[in-house]
């Protein structure tokens, strides 16, 4: 049984630029959520999704998109990137249905210059 | 008002104490995660809880669902555990965050 991988690890962007974060969930989970977490403040939902739906939004706005693929890996989106958009991104897989456990991967920080 | 509350928000304790954090909440809930993160570092789970107690080791964390309110113990502390650690709770199967607890644990 894998775990939950992110990539990258580290990213630099500049102001404007769009980037895409990769989320491959443990093996089985059909459910994934992404956090954002800026230095010294704790994870803030971004959304989730289901089978390939998005299952509940967060306070972020709409240039914060998601997909999930059929085999439950899932990327986040960043349009427009500002510098406030620098943070730690966390993913977390679920099996919904079965239990409420999430299983978090090791994050991918982005820096926004 | 946060709907989840940790206290305190920092810990220094000397190496073999005993430590409590504590985490409050307002919602009704599923389950209560209690996390751990090093600096600059990912989240890990200790436990996931919706009801009484759990221990891992030196880790108890108990639950009072009727009070909403959580505690994380650490016997024996020791400087391996200075770490950030994190309540969130669970609600429609997504996690809102305490803001969490650094616990600097002094040799």
Known sequence: ?113 | KNEVEQSPQNLTAQEGEFITINCSYSVGISALHWLQQHPGGGIVSLFMLSSGKKKHGRLIATINIQEKHSSLHITASHPRDSAVYICAVIRNYKLTFGKGTLLTVNP
Do not use: M
């Open chain 1, 1 to 113: 049984e894998t775990g939950v991988t992110q990539s990258p690890t580290h990213l630099i962007k500049t102001r404007g630029q769009q980037v895409t974060l990769r989320c491959s969930s443990q093996s089985g989970h059909n459910t994934v959520s992404w956090y954002q977490q800026a230095l010294g403040q704790g994870p803030q939902f971004i959304f989730q999704y289901y089978r390939e739906e998005e299952n509940g939004r967060g306070n972020f706005p709409p240039r914060f998109s998601g997909l999930q693929f059929p085999n439950y890996s899932s990327e986040l989106n960043v349009n427009a990137l500002e510098l406030d958009d620098s943070a730690l991104y966390l993913c977390a897989s679920s099996l919904r249905g079965t239990s409420y456990e999430q299983y978090f991967g090791p994050g991918t920080r982005l820096t926004v210059t």
